[in-house]
């Protein structure tokens, strides 16, 4: 197959095991001096063991308060008003503090979008990673603990270990320091990594670099993955499927390839659009218009109607339904309806709806 997933990862066969992972109808609010703020709304997926799934949107759109949700660490305005979350043969959405600090770790654990931030600046790269070692490993002695930190670091991509892992995390460079925070989060050996746009702060070289150490690790620790990123050329190196957030909603999701050759939703052909390599040639990169709705006060219908070129009449009235394309591929919009006319994609292909 030609185009940019020529280099995807293998897709997986579906197998019979439970999902890792599965988010039933979620629902997080938080509750703020200006009112409550519907992040999450009503959202559904699963994850199964040793697969990467991206959660993929425009800033605000509810990508990262779902990642912490799911690992219950919400600031005290944020709360999950409804749903489930079955992790680990549990439902974890009501789960004490105390149950969860046993799951965080271990069955999953966050990479952080800013690195920097992440890190402690008074402790040294070594004594951190070691530092969630002991964690998981309480009667390692202190040979032991650096024997670890060492064999993370070089996990991780970070050559001469026993020297650098006495070093401050500003003597490191940006992608050193994600590496550094990469080795803290696989020192549990979680089933599930959740890296929150884990490549945003660095270069396009280095982010290169790290999305294919990221996709290496994967595979080779069969660790199952959510990617959170607003990227959709980052999609196409680590992702077997795809889930497209808007307005605190999922609102397509497929397999990677259904959703870079196959796309069913108007905001996903925007994001699509967006893509520099689709713009050669042209004046300008497209960018869609408009801004994403407040979600203090979510409009009524389809979340994307005003910025939608193809909007109907039916969006400013009633939310679309969730509809089954294929088995692994389904869209929420009207455009999907029978009665709904014939659309042809801006990215060309063939006509939608009717």
Not at 107 to 136: C, K, Y
């Amino acid at each position: 197959m030609s185009g940019p997933l020529g280099n995807s990862p293998r897709s997986r066969e579906e197998g019979a095991a439970p999902p890792l992972l599965e988010v039933k109808h979620l629902s997080v609010s938080f509750f703020t001096d200006a009112g409550e703020v519907q992040a999450v709304r009503d959202v559904s997926f699963s994850l199964k063991a040793g697969e990467v799934l991206a959660l993929v949107g425009e800033s605000g759109c509810g990508k990262t308060a779902l990642c912490r949700s799911i690992m219950r660490l919400l600031p005290r305005s944020g709360k999950i008003k409804g749903g489930s979350i079955l992790a680990g043969g549990a439902d974890i959405a009501r789960c004490g503090e105390r149950d969860m600090e046993k799951l965080r770790g271990r069955l999953f654990s966050m990479v952080f979008q800013d690195p920097m931030t992440a890190l402690n600046p008074v402790m040294t790269v070594g004594e951190q990673i070691g530092e969630a070692v002991r964690v998981h490993r309480p009667r390692a002695s202190r040979r032991e603990v650096r024997a670890r930190t060492a064999e993370l670091m070089e996990l991780a991509g970070i050559g001469r270990p026993w020297e650098r892992m006495d070093l401050y995390p500003h003597s490191f460079s940006g992608g050193m320091r994600q590496r550094a925070v990469l080795a803290i989060a696989l020192a549990g050996e979680p089933a599930i990594l959740f890296a929150d746009e884990p490549t945003t702060a660095l270069d396009v070289t280095v982010q290169a670099q790290i999305l294919d150490l990221f996709r290496d690790l994967q595979r080779r620790l069969g660790t199952a993955a959510v990617f959170v990123t607003h990227d959709l050329g980052v999609v196409a190196r680590v992702a077997d499927r795809v889930a497209v957030m808007y307005a605190g909603k999922i609102v397509e999701t497929g397999t990677a390839e259904e959703i870079f050759y196959d796309p069913r939703h108007p905001y996903t052909w925007g994001l699509l659009r967006a893509l520099p390599a689709l713009s050669k040639g042209r004046d300008s990169l497209y960018a869609i218009p408009g801004m994403p709705p407040n979600l203090a006060n979510p409009p009524k219908g389809d979340a994307f109607a005003c910025r939608n070129e193809y909007a109907l009449a039916i969006d400013y009235e009633e939310e679309p339904p969730m509809v089954q394309i294929t088995d692994t591929h389904s869209a929420a919009t009207w455009l999907l309806d029978p009665r709904a006319p014939k659309i042809t994609p801006p990215l060309g292909g063939e006509a939608r709806g009717g």
